[in-house]
């Protein structure tokens, strides 16, 4: 497999008050087009920080990201929004879907915001939402769905714009085992037959232990690594 994505003594600190507090310490890492990379450790070792740098939500205090071997944060803000919007997906444990709006309004908006005409963007969304398993409920509003219901959709938001890269920061965190096992066999499921990369955060190793590789976050660095394929 090709490299995706490639980082470099990537370091991450915040500052409060007086007092600088590190929250990665020079990770080393690649991430291989079509694999699914589960990042597992306790609260606090900096997963979170680590996708939220994948993502491009924030900056790096130092090191490297490269995305097909671009130097991403070597962009201004306005390029790298762009760049976020057309190449990365998210999945969040809480699903974030808009309350007022129905299942297919929730997945075609990424697509809407970038610029897509409405009968494409709805379009696609009803080819997704029908792979996610939701495509009898369309003019559902969130709070007439199921919690797994409500993460399937997130996931077809996510996929809307065909991004090279879904970031999850635990998707399944917030559901029963059962529900949370059809979360991550759908996924399984996307990156088989889409060739989608997947990164995800988990606490739950049983679920972890289903992708192609695990890295182990402790302390804000890679304390193991199991390359499975």
């Known amino acids: 497999m090709s490299i995706l994505v490639k980082i470099e003594n990537l370091q991450r600190s915040f500052k409060i008050d007086s007092v600088t507090i590190e929250v990665l310490k020079g990770i080393d890492l690649e991430i291989?087009?079509?694999?699914?990379?589960?990042v597992i450790g306790a609260s606090g070792v900096g997963k979170s920080t680590l996708l939220h740098i994948l993502g491009t939500l924030e900056r790096p205090t130092s090191g490297k990201v490269y995305f097909n071997e671009k130097d991403i944060f070597k962009l201004n803000?306005?390029?790298l929004a762009r760049f976020r919007n057309k190449t990365i997906g998210f999945v969040f444990q809480f699903h974030h879907l808009l309350s007022e709006f129905t299942a297919l309004e929730n997945t075609m908006m990424p697509a809407l915001i970038n610029g897509l005409s409405q009968n494409d963007a709805e379009k696609k969304a009803k080819v997704l939402l029908e792979e996610v398993g939701i495509g009898k409920r369309l003019h559902h509003k969130p709070g007439k769905l199921s919690g797994g219901e409500q993460q399937r959709i997130a996931i077809a938001?996510?996929?809307?714009l065909s991004p090279e890269l879904v970031l999850a920061d635990e998707p399944t965190g917030n559901l029963d085992a059962h529900t949370g096992e059809e979360i991550h066999r759908l996924l399984k499921e996307i990156n088989n037959s889409q060739g989608t990369t997947f990164v995800l955060v988990t606490h739950n190793e049983k679920l972890a232990s289903k992708a192609d590789r695990i890295i182990k976050m402790v302390d804000?660095?890679?304390?193991?690594?199991s390359d499975k394929i």
């Open 157 to 160: 938001r996510a996929l809307v």
């Open 220 to 225: 804000g660095r890679i304390a193991t690594r």
């Open 77 to 79: 803000n306005d390029e």
């Open 32 to 38: 291989k087009k079509g694999e699914i990379l589960a």
